[in-house]
């Protein structure tokens, strides 16, 4: 009796665990993107099936494991412990760990003042809006959603600028030092002055810029909260996958001032999550 019970157990965890990963490779995981083409997103559920059926079903597999050990996407989204003392502006308290470039999901990656970039981190880029080859560039996985989002916009007479995309790390070094050379000028110590640039502007390597996976859109300016531009992308950024990654009510966590125009792409299952949770991503991350 015992041993039947348990076989039917057992059948029900199968049946539920292959339903599920039926279920996920059609809705949840059709929307990963591997080579940054949304053309991708036109395979037909059975091609889909087909190619990666027993991918989806082992990853469900292992989220499943995941989920009953206790593990968190929190876990996977964090870098390493140890902190580099020697960072150029560790003298202003900065000593960042790396962030977790190697990350199952790219999308979830955490770059921010304790999680810094690697110095050899590449990225590779595609221009954000597809029609206009000098525009401001994103990395290639996130620049056709850029451009879908723009073209969403245009229709509703919105034109969503991009003003600053991926920078690099000689940019984010210069734009910071002249900040830093700025409240010098006013009187600041150099880590009073290197503190207080970091508010508005992230030390080299904690910017998301500089892995090409946000855009300044517009405006550089908190005004930009009161445009029509900004109320379109409120209401249907995260449908393309984008956050609002500094948001007002938040700047206790992400020890960055309030920044209307700084969009990220984390992916539109993570971006609706967060708009309905009213979550900043370090919340959701579970490292807030
Ligand atoms: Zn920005």
Not at 78 to 106: C, H, L, M, Q
Not at 195 to 215: D, F, V, Y
Not at 236 to 244: K, R, T, V, W
Request: aromatic share 12%; glycine share 6%.
């Amino acid at each position: 009796m015992k041993k039947i019970l348990t076989l039917t157990l057992f059948g029900i965890l199968a049946v539920v665990l292959i339903g599920y990963g039926i279920a996920s490779a059609v809705k949840k995981d059709k929307p990963t993107v591997a080579d940054g083409s949304v053309a991708d997103y036109s395979n037909s559920a059975s091609d889909y099936l087909s190619q990666s059926f027993s991918e989806s079903l082992s990853a469900t597999a292992a989220q499943v494991i995941a989920d009953i050990t206790g593990q968190s996407r929190d876990e996977t989204a964090k870098g390493s412990a140890g902190r580099i003392d020697d960072y150029e502006y560790a003298y202003a308290g900065f000593t960042p760990a790396y962030a977790n470039v190697s990350i199952s999901d790219w999308k979830m990656l955490l770059v921010n003042r304790d999680y810094i970039l690697p110095e050899d981190y590449e990225v590779k880029l595609a221009p954000s809006i597809t029609s206009d080859p000098d525009s401001m560039q994103l990395d290639y996985r996130v620049a056709p959603h850029y451009n879908e989002m723009y073209l969403a916009a245009l229709e509703d007479g919105i034109e969503l600028t991009p003003v600053s995309g991926y920078r690099s790390l000689t940019r984010q070094r210069n734009n910071f030092e002249r900040k830093i050379e700025k409240y010098i000028d006013e009187g600041y110590s150099r880590a009073e002055a290197t503190r207080l640039a970091a508010k508005i502007i992230l030390p080299p390597g904690t910017s998301e810029h500089n892995a090409g996976l946000a855009m300044d859109i517009c405006s550089l300016y908190e005004s930009f909260e009161n445009s029509a531009e900004f109320k379109w992308l409120s209401e249907n950024a995260a449908d393309y996958g984008f956050i609002l990654r500094y948001p007002k009510d938040k700047q206790d966590i992400t020890k960055i001032i309030y920044e209307p125009w700084h969009w990220r792409y984390v992916g539109v299952e993570a971006a609706k999550a967060m708009k309905a949770s009213g979550e900043c991503f370090e919340e959701y991350l579970g490292v807030a």
